[in-house]
C-alpha cells in the first residue's frame, strides 16, 4: 500500500488512541472526594469549585464519553455499580482540571512555540507521539514516518473533522505538558537529607528486646462503666480532628418486603417449562429456540470438558446428540438443556486479527467491505503484520502485527471462538461481533479433544404480578400507618426487621442489603432528619420504606453526630484511669517487671526484634503509642504506665539491637524521596480541592 494510505491509517489511529487521555494520565488516579450541602445552587450547576460552577451539561456530556468508552472497550453492561464508579471516576478527573488550570494560569505556566513545535516534529517528540511512529520489530523511533504523517496533515487531503480532532488531540497534549511542569515545580522543593535517610534506616533495622504486663479494657465489663456528659465532652475535644467529614453523608433505617415468588407462582412456571421442554426436544432450530425462550440469550458455541455448569458437563460428555436434560432449578431458575451436537476439535489456537469500527468506517456494510478489501491485499502477498499496524483499531493487538497469541476456548467471545476453532490453519476469515468487524487469520491449532455444543434455556422463578401486587401493599399499608416518631414502633408491632444504612455518600448506588439503591438515596438527600419516604420504593425482588435517621454535614461534626460513634473508645478512657491507677499502685516499690505483674494480677510477656516501623506487637495488636515510648526508654527501667488501644501497659526494655552503621546514605535517600514524590501529586490535589472550596451537588442530578 502507498504512503498516503499508510499516513490515512495512521491519523485514524493516532486520534482514535488519544483523543481525551493525555492529561488524564496525570490526573485520573487521583480521587478527590467532595461535598457540601446539596440543594441551595441552581438548578443546572452539579457543582462549583473556585467559585466557578460547574454545569450539569457540561459533567453529562463528559460521563456520557467515559460510558460510551467502557461499554466499548469491555464489551460489559453497565450495572448499577459501575455507572456509580464512573460517575465518581468522571467527577474527579474533571475536578482535577478545573483545580489545576486555575494554578497554571495563576503561575503563567505556558508551553511555547519552540517547546511545542519539538513536542511534535522535533528530534525527540512526545512519547505518545513517538510511539505510533516505533518500529515495532527494531524499537526504534522512524523520523522519516512522522515527517510524512506531518506533510499529510498539510497536504489539503485531510477532512477537516479530522484536522480538527487532530488539533483538539495537540491542545490536551500541551495542556497536560503545562499539568507536568506544574508538578515538577511543586515537587522540585522536596527534599531527603541524610539524617532522615538514617532516621528511616533505623527505624526498619534497630531492634528493641522488651517484656511487658498490661491490664486490657475488656478485663472491665462496661456494664460498669457511667459514663456522664462531660467524660464525651472530654474525648470529643482531645479527638476532634477526627471527626472532620470530607462531604456530606447521610443515614437511614429501612424496612424491606420480600416479594419472592410463592408457591403457586413456582408450580406455574414449573408448568411453562415441562412445556418447553417437549418443545426443546422438537425443535430442528435450536439457537432461535433459545433466543425465544430462554432469559439468557446465550449464543450456542462448542465446549471443553469443564466449561459447563458441573451437573450437565457430568452428563452431556458422555450422551447421545439430542439428548435433553432436564428441568432442574439452578440459581433462582428452572433450567433445561439439549445436546446439539458433539464433535472432536482443537484445544487452542494460535491467531491474528484486524478490527475494525464500523462507526467509522461508514457502517457494517463499509466496513466488511473495507475488511475483504485488506483480505485481497493479504492474499496478494501484503504482510497481515504491516495491514494490522495501520488499521486495526484493537491497539494492543495491532501494534503486535495483529497477534493475539495462542489461547484455548472460551478466552474468547462465543462468536470469535466459532470462526477460529471450526476454521482450518492458513484461513483467513471475516465476520462481525459485539467489538466491530474482524479480518482473522489462523495461524495454527494445537491439540485434540471432545467438544460439545448445548443448548440452555432458563426461566427465572419470578413471582407473579398478583403476588407482587399482595407485597406492595402490605408495603403501602406500613408506609400509610407512619408519622415521624412511630417508624421503629410499627415495625416492631408488625414483626418487621428494621436495617440500618449508615455513612451512605450522596453518589451511593448500593447500601448494605440493596444492590440497587440509587433511588432512596436520592430520596434520603432531598429529605429532613426524621422524615419517612414519600413512596414505596421498587429495589431488585424487593420493596423498601424507609426513614432518614442522620445527616452528618461536611466539616468537623459535632459531638451529638458521633457521640454512638464514639461511646466505646469513651468507656476505655474512663476504664484507662482505673486500670492505670491499678499499675501506679503496683509500681510503687516495684524494682523489676515480674514484680509490678504480680501486684497487679497479670503477667509479663517477653517480646524480641520489634522494630519501630512495624509496631505490632505478637499476639495483639499494633500499639503506636507503646512502641514510640519503648524506642524512647533506656534498658532495664520500669516504665509508667503507657496507654494503648487494647489495654493499659507497662514494659522494660531489655536491650536494643542497633544496625550496621549506615556508611552510604543514597540508596535510602533515593527511595524516601521516590515514596514521598509517589503521594506527592495526591497530596497537591487534596490541598487545592481543601483550598477551592469544593461544592458537589451530584446527589440531587445522578
Same mark, same amino acid.
Given at each position: ?5 499508510f499516513?490515512r491509517?495512521r491519523?485514524g489511529?493516532i486520534?482514535?488512541?488519544?483523543i ?7 490526573i ?8 457540601s450541602s446539596?440543594?441551595k445552587?441552581s ?8 467559585g466557578q ?5 457540561d459533567?453529562?456530556?463528559?460521563l ?10 469491555s464489551? @460489559? ?6 455507572s456509580?464508579?464512573? @460517575? ?6 474533571y475536578?482535577?482540571q478545573l483545580?489545576?488550570?486555575k494554578?497554571i494560569?495563576?503561575? $503563567?505556566?505556558?508551553?511555547?512555540d519552540?517547546?511545542?513545535q519539538?513536542?511534535?516534529?522535533g ?7 513517538a510511539?505510533?511512529?516505533?518500529d515495532?520489530q527494531?524499537g ?5 514516518k ?5 506533510a499529510?496533515? #498539510? &497536504? ?5 473533522a479530522q ?8 491542545? #490536551?497534549?500541551?495542556?497536560?505538558k503545562k499539568?507536568?511542569?506544574y508538578m515538577?515545580?511543586?515537587?522540585n522543593?522536596l ?11 533505623? &527505624? ?7 517484656k511487658y ?11 460498669k462503666?457511667?459514663?456522664i456528659?462531660?467524660?464525651?465532652n472530654t474525648y ?16 437511614f433505617?429501612y424496612?424491606?418486603?420480600?416479594a419472592?415468588p410463592?408457591k ?12 418447553l421442554?417437549?418443545e ?10 433459545? #433466543?425465544i425462550n ?11 470438558k469443564?466449561?459447563?455448569?458441573p451437573?450437565?458437563? &457430568?452428563v452431556?460428555?458422555?450422551?447421545e ?14 433450567k ?5 451436537d458433539? /464433535?472432536?476439535?482443537p484445544?487452542?489456537?494460535?491467531a ?6 464500523p462507526a467509522t ?5 463499509k ?5 475483504d478489501?485488506?483480505k ?8 497481515? $503484520?504491516d495491514?494490522?499496524?495501520m488499521?486495526s ?8 502485527g495483529?497477534?493475539l ?17 471450526t ?7 471475516i465476520f462481525?461481533t459485539?467489538f466491530?468487524?474482524h479480518?482473522v ?8 479433544? /471432545?467438544?460439545?455444543?448445548?443448548a440452555?434455556?432458563?426461566k427465572p ?6 403476588t #407482587?401486587?399482595?407485597v ?17 414502633? @410499627?415495625?416492631?408491632?408488625?414483626n418487621?426487621?428494621?436495617r ?15 444492590d ?14 426524621n ?17 432518614l ?12 453526630a458521633?457521640?454512638k ?14 486500670l492505670?491507677a491499678?499499675?501506679n ?10 514484680q509490678?505483674a504480680?501486684?497487679a ?8 526484634n520489634?522494630v ?13 503509642k ?28 531489655? &536491650? ?8 552510604n ?5 533515593q @527511595?524516601l524521596g521516590q ?10 490535589l ?11 451537588n ?5
Open positions: 500500500m502507498g504512503i498516503m494510505g499516513l491509517e491519523m489511529k486520534l482514535a488512541g488519544f481525551g487521555l493525555a492529561l488524564l494520565a496525570f485520573a488516579g487521583e480521587v478527590l472526594k467532595s461535598g446539596f440543594f445552587d438548578a443546572t450547576e452539579i457543582g462549583e469549585v473556585n460552577a460547574i454545569s450539569y451539561a459533567f453529562s456530556k463528559k456520557d464519553a467515559s460510558t460510551q468508552q467502557f461499554r466499548q472497550q464489551g @460489559q453492561d453497565i450495572t448499577p455499580q459501575i456509580s464508579y464512573l @460517575q465518581e471516576t468522571t467527577w474527579n478527573t475536578l482535577s483545580l489545576l488550570k494554578e494560569d495563576k503561575l $503563567g505556566i505556558t508551553v511555547g519552540a517547546e511545542s519539538a513536542m511534535v516534529s528530534a525527540n517528540p512526545d512519547p505518545q507521539i510511539r505510533q511512529f516505533t515495532p527494531t526504534q523511533f522512524d523520523k522519516a512522522l515527517n510524512q504523517f506531518l499529510y496533515l #498539510q &497536504s489539503g487531503k485531510v477532512d477537516p484536522i480538527t480532532a487532530w488539533n483538539d488531540f495537540l491542545t #490536551q497534549l500541551f495542556e497536560a499539568v507536568q511542569k515538577s515545580l511543586v515537587t522543593g527534599y531527603v537529607n541524610s539524617l532522615d535517610a538514617k532516621d528511616d534506616y533505623l &527505624s526498619k533495622n534497630k531492634l528493641v528486646n522488651f504486663a498490661t491490664l486490657d479494657y475488656a478485663s472491665i465489663p462496661d456494664s462503666i457511667k459514663l456528659d462531660d467524660d464525651y470529643y475535644n482531645d479527638h476532634k480532628y477526627e471527626f472532620k467529614n470530607a462531604q456530606e453523608l447521610r443515614g433505617h424496612v424491606a418486603f420480600n419472592a410463592s403457586a407462582d413456582s408450580v406455574a412456571i414449573k408448568t411453562q417449562v415441562d412445556k421442554v417437549g426443546l426436544k422438537t425443535t430442528t432450530n435450536d439457537s432461535l429456540f433459545v #433466543q430462554s432469559e439468557t440469550k446465550t449464543p450456542l458455541t462448542f465446549v471443553k469443564g466449561a459447563l455448569e451437573r450437565l458437563d &457430568s452431556m460428555f458422555s450422551a446428540k439430542g439428548f435433553v436434560y432436564g428441568p432442574y432449578v439452578a440459581n433462582g431458575s428452572y433445561m438443556a439439549k445436546l446439539v458433539v /464433535k472432536v476439535g484445544d487452542s489456537v494460535k491474528r486479527h484486524i478490527l475494525l469500527n468506517e461508514g457502517g457494517v456494510d466496513a466488511l467491505a473495507k475488511a478489501s485488506l485481497k491485499l493479504i492474499e496478494a502477498g501484503k504482510p497481515f $503484520g495491514l494490522a499496524k488499521y483499531i484493537d491497539k494492543a493487538s495491532g501494534e503486535k495483529g497477534d497469541g495462542t489461547f484455548g476456548r472460551g478466552a474468547m467471545i462465543p462468536a470469535f471462538d466459532d470462526v477460529v476453532f476454521g482450518k490453519p492458513g484461513d483467513i476469515k462481525t459485539q466491530g468487524v479480518l487469520n489462523i495461524e495454527s491449532q494445537k491439540g485434540s479433544s /471432545k467438544v460439545v455444543k448445548v440452555v434455556v432458563d422463578l419470578q413471582a407473579s404480578s398478583k #407482587q401486587s399482595a406492595y401493599s402490605k408495603a403501602q399499608s406500613f408506609l400509610s400507618s407512619l408519622t415521624k416518631d412511630n417508624f421503629d414502633e @410499627q415495625a416492631k408491632k408488625q418487621l426487621a428494621v440500618n444504612a449508615e455513612d451512605v455518600s450522596g453518589t451511593a448506588a448500593s447500601v448494605p442489603g440493596l440497587a439503591a440509587r433511588e432512596i438515596v436520592k430520596w434520603a438527600f432531598k429529605a429532613e432528619k422524615d419517612f419516604s414519600d413512596q414505596v420504593f421498587s429495589v431488585g425482588d424487593k420493596y423498601v420504606v424507609a426513614r435517621t442522620t445527616i452528618k454535614p461536611k466539616g468537623t461534626l459535632p459531638l451529638d458521633v457521640k460513634q464514639i461511646e466505646p473508645a469513651v468507656k476505655n478512657m474512663i476504664k484507662a484511669k482505673e492505670t491499678k499499675f499502685s503496683a509500681l510503687n516499690g516495684a524494682t523489676n517487671i515480674d509490678v504480680q501486684k494480677g497479670s503477667r509479663v510477656v517477653p517480646v524480641q520489634i519501630f516501623a512495624n509496631p505490632v506487637i505478637p499476639g495483639a495488636a499494633a500499639e503506636y507503646l512502641v514510640g515510648a519503648i524506642f524512647g526508654s533506656q534498658p532495664n527501667k520500669l516504665s509508667k504506665p503507657v496507654e494503648g488501644s487494647q489495654g493499659i501497659y507497662v514494659y522494660s526494655v531489655d &536491650s536494643f539491637v542497633n544496625p550496621a552503621q549506615l556508611t546514605a543514597v540508596r535510602e535517600k @527511595q515514596a514521598l514524590l509517589q503521594r506527592s501529586e495526591g497530596s497537591i487534596d490541598a487545592l480541592k481543601d483550598k477551592g472550596n469544593v461544592k458537589d451530584r446527589a440531587k442530578f445522578l
